[in-house]
C-alpha cells in the first residue's frame, strides 16, 4: 500500500472529483427507462460548493424543454455554509448542457405520449458536475407490483443459494 492513500479509495484514488451526488432511486420503480444520457448543468460557483460540501436531492425534479433549451426544474442543491452575501436559490431551475441534435431528438421523442425525462443521478466527472438522464414512461399499478414480485423472488433465490 503506497503511503498517503486511503485503504478504502474509490476506484479513481479515492478524488471528490467522481463521486456520486444524489440518486433518484425511486425513478426506477416508477418508470420504465428506456434510454439514458448524460448532459452538464450550468451551475454558479456556490452551487459546485454546496454539492461538494452537503449534497443535492433529485427526487422530486424533472426536466422540461423551454425554448429549445433544457432546464432542470425542482432539484435543490444545498446551501454552501460560508457563502457569504452570495448565497444562491436552492430550488431555482437550471440550465442543462446539451447538444442540439441531442435537444432535438429528446424534442421529438418527448412529443410521443407517455415519455417523459427524468433525473437518475447526479455526480461528478472530472471535476464538473453531471446528471444521467432517463427517457421513460410511466409504469401503470400492475407494472409496479409486476416489480414488487420480481425483486421478491430475486432476494428469496439469493437466501436460498446463501443457505446453500
Given at each position: 500500500?503506497?503511503?498517503?492513500?486511503?485503504?478504502?479509495?474509490?476506484?479513481?484514488?479515492?478524488?471528490?472529483?467522481?463521486?456520486?451526488?444524489?440518486?433518484?432511486?425511486?425513478?426506477?420503480?416508477?418508470?420504465?427507462?428506456?434510454?439514458?444520457?448524460?448532459?452538464?448543468?450550468?451551475?454558479?460557483?456556490?452551487?459546485?460548493?454546496g454539492l461538494r460540501e452537503r449534497g443535492a436531492s433529485i427526487?422530486?425534479?424533472?426536466?422540461?424543454?423551454?425554448?429549445?433549451?433544457?432546464?432542470?426544474?425542482?432539484?435543490?442543491?444545498?446551501?454552501?455554509?460560508?457563502?457569504?452575501?452570495?448565497?444562491?436559490?436552492?430550488?431555482?431551475?437550471?440550465?442543462?448542457?446539451?447538444?442540439?441534435?441531442?435537444?432535438?431528438?429528446?424534442?421529438?421523442?418527448?412529443?410521443?405520449?407517455?415519455?417523459?425525462?427524468?433525473?437518475?443521478?447526479?455526480?461528478?466527472?472530472?471535476?464538473?458536475?453531471?446528471?444521467?438522464?432517463?427517457?421513460?414512461?410511466?409504469?401503470?399499478?400492475?407494472?409496479?407490483?409486476?416489480?414488487?414480485?420480481?425483486?421478491?423472488?430475486?432476494?428469496?433465490?439469493?437466501?436460498?443459494?446463501?443457505?446453500?
Amino acid at each position: 500500500m503506497t503511503p498517503g492513500k486511503n485503504k478504502g479509495s474509490k476506484k479513481r484514488g479515492g478524488d471528490d472529483r467522481y463521486r456520486d451526488i444524489a440518486r433518484n432511486r425511486r425513478a426506477f420503480f416508477e418508470y420504465e427507462i428506456i434510454e439514458t444520457l448524460e448532459a452538464g448543468i450550468a451551475l454558479v460557483g456556490t452551487e459546485v460548493k454546496g454539492l461538494r460540501e452537503r449534497g443535492a436531492s433529485i427526487v422530486d425534479a424533472w426536466v422540461s424543454i423551454r425554448d429549445g433549451e433544457a432546464w432542470l426544474v425542482k432539484a435543490t442543491i444545498h446551501e454552501y455554509a460560508n457563502a457569504g452575501y452570495a448565497r444562491h436559490d436552492t430550488q431555482r431551475d437550471r440550465k442543462l448542457l446539451l447538444h442540439r441534435r441531442e435537444l432535438d431528438k429528446l424534442q421529438s421523442q418527448l412529443a410521443e405520449r407517455g415519455l417523459s425525462l427524468i433525473p437518475l443521478r447526479m455526480y461528478f466527472k472530472d471535476g464538473r458536475a453531471k446528471l444521467e438522464l432517463g427517457l421513460g414512461r410511466g409504469k401503470t399499478l400492475h407494472d409496479k407490483r409486476r416489480t414488487i414480485v420480481e425483486r421478491e423472488t430475486r432476494r428469496e433465490a439469493a437466501r436460498a443459494m446463501k443457505r446453500g
